[in-house]
């Protein structure tokens, strides 16, 4: 009687969990496990990017959305606001598509305090692509430093890519990526401001089915679960004896 | 719903830019610099038509004069126009082949799947079988850098585009596609004018 009532508890906690997550259909554990290491990861960023901007930068909490691929632009409902953004894939077995997104203005604010120019309209294009992409190679690549040291899971970023144009035109061609593997995405992303809310960049990131799988399998090792977690046990209600043998073998 | 959202974000970017653009502007013309981007709200365009957002992997079909208003990269604006009935459609299709996944259930994602079911609904609303006329946008390649194997997805996009209106003879009257640039595509379905917007301020008629 107790185990069982304990067991609906349980299961009524977890599907708190997935409510957090704003997941549905992924494994609630595996999710979890991919949110703390770019929670891990958004600190990192967050550091390197208070320090270059030698101001207070605060970031959202990450949140991992699982959409239908094509949702995307609606959710952010950007449609058409000028976006500087940075693309950055990761090479080799880790497949994975980085997305650095400013809004122009800001890029160009961000891009002016870097270059210590006292204002954004003074700097040409070629200073302001090359100031924009030195902070997605920094913030990228302390995101997956702290990642790749946690998980021992070898990152290689490839050079970024600058890029301007509206939002849907830019996201456009990422969703086609990932439409291309499966109908729904896996993405992450967390947000960064400054205090005075100069700079607002969305960090997103679209791991591919192997680098996720790579990356639970690794974390899982690291915190000793080998076997698959089962989150949810189907228990026969006249087979009370089973489940205190299941339960206690799952502790 | 969405599109009925007020649009702050883009109104405030607009005054924001206000000043500097307010130099290079002329009475019915903007010319703006080539860095400025070129953003249009409703109210600068032609404020007494009512825009109406076309969403990735969906499709409007209006008789009533509005403007259908999309936004596309790699993926391709199909504006189907029947300038008897003055009604027509926008769809914006994502990928070129419905084959990879058989069982999702939105035509308007896939080429091959978005035209058929686009004709047939234009048609539907005219009430009347006439001649239809079509207008395509987009499939730029927007990293031409990046390594690509054979031909970009937007190329794919424009092609099986192109032979699923000659399957379903549809006759092609205008495009404007390829480039690595995003295009802003407003297609009036009153008049069949579809008016796109590239990002560095260039603005064509089809």
């Known amino acids: 009687m107790s185990q069982k009532d304990e067991q609906i508890k349980n299961k009524g906690m977890k ?21 703390e290491l770019g929670s891990i990861g958004a600190g990192h960023a967050a550091t390197s990017l208070s320090e270059i ?33 940075i693309y950055m894939p990761l090479v080799e077995e880790s497949e994975c598509d980085i997305l650095l997104m400013l809004e122009v203005e800001e890029a160009n604010k961000i891009a002016a305090i870097m270059t210590m120019t006292p204002s954004p309209d003074e700097l040409d294009t070629p200073m302001r692509q090359s100031a924009i ?22 990152l290689i970023p490839a050079p ?13 061609n990422f969703l086609i990526k990932q439409a291309m593997i499966s109908n729904r995405a896996l993405v992450f992303d ?11 960049a969305i960090l997103m990131i679209f791991p591919s089915p192997r680098l996720q799988e790579l990356l639970i399998q690794k974390s899982k090792e690291l915190c000793g679960i080998t076997e698959p977690y089962e989150p949810e046990i189907i228990v026969p209600e006249d087979a009370e004896v089973n489940i205190v043998g299941n339960t206690n073998q799952t502790n | 719903m969405l599109n009925s959202l007020p649009r ?73 126009h029947d300038s008897t009935n003055k009604c027509g459609g926008l769809a914006h299709i994502m990928l070129p082949d419905s084959s990879i996944f058989p069982r999702e259930n939105l035509p308007f994602k896939f080429a091959d799947t978005a035209v058929p079911a686009l004709a047939k609904a234009v048609r ?81 008629r089809i």
């Open chain 1, 15 to 35: 599907k708190k969990g997935l409510c957090r997550f704003t997941c549905t259909n992924s494994d609630c554990v595996d999710v979890g496990i991919l949110l």
């Open chain 1, 53 to 85: 901007l030698q101001q207070q930068v605060l970031i959202d909490v990450p949140k991992i959305h699982n959409f239908a691929v094509h949702e995307l632009p609606k959710f952010y409902h950007k449609h058409d606001v000028p976006t500087t953004a």
């Open chain 1, 133 to 154: 992409e030195e902070l997605a190679n920094i913030l990228v690549g302390s995101f997956l430093t702290a990642i790749s040291d946690f998980t021992a899971v070898k």
């Open chain 1, 160 to 172: 970024p890519q600058w890029i301007e144009d509206s939002f849907d035109a830019i996201i456009d």
């Open chain 1, 190 to 200: 967390t947000n960064f401001r400054t205090m005075d809310g100069a700079a607002n």
């Open chain 2, 8 to 80: 702050i974000p883009l109104i405030r970017f607009w005054n924001n830019h206000q000043k500097s653009t307010m130099l290079n502007t002329t009475i019915g013309a903007c010319i703006q610099f080539e860095t400025m981007p070129c953003i249009t709200t409703a109210a600068q365009t032609s404020p007494t038509v009512e825009e109406v957002r076309v969403d990735m992997a969906g499709m409007k079909v209006e008789s009533k004069p509005v403007e259908l208003v999309t936004s596309v990269g790699s993926c391709v604006a199909i504006c189907l």
């Open chain 2, 124 to 204: 539907k609303i005219s009430g009347k079988e006439a001649m239809l006329f079509a207008k395509i946008a987009g499939g730029a390649n927007m990293f031409p850098n990046v390594r690509n194997d054979g031909l970009s997805v937007g190329e794919k996009n424009v092609e099986a585009v192109k032979t699923e209106l000659a399957n379903c003879k549809v006759k092609l009257l205008g495009e404007d596609v390829g480039g690595s640039y995003g295009r802003r595509i407003s297609f009036n379905v009153n008049t069949g004018i579809a008016t796109i917007r590239c990002y560095k301020g260039a603005v064509k």
